[in-house]
């Protein structure tokens, strides 16, 4: 989801929980209430609701997160719900 010329911010799902979801940036945590894509074709739809760590992001899945799994990767689109 990134515009053109800027690099998408990529993570990497730590841990799936129901439809609580961790996720670990290297380069910049999304901010919160932010908006994450995740799966195959980026179906899958989390919202940031904390930052637990200087690296993590604890979202919600607003989306079944049927087939998600931890190493996926998740992109920040960098926008709000």
Do not use: C, K
Not at 10 to 31: A, C, K, N, Q
Not at 59 to 81: F, N, W, Y
């Amino acid at each position: 989801m990134a515009t053109e010329g800027t690099p998408a911010n990529v993570g990497i799902v730590v841990s799936v929980r129901g439809s609580v979801v961790d996720v670990e940036f290297d380069v910049h945590l999304p901010p919160i209430y932010s908006v994450l894509h995740a799966g195959p074709r980026e179906e899958i739809v989390i919202e940031v609701l904390a930052q637990p760590n200087a690296r993590q992001v604890r979202g919600i899945a607003l989306t079944p997160t049927q087939g998600l799994a931890r190493g996926m990767s998740v992109e920040d689109t960098g926008r709000p719900l």
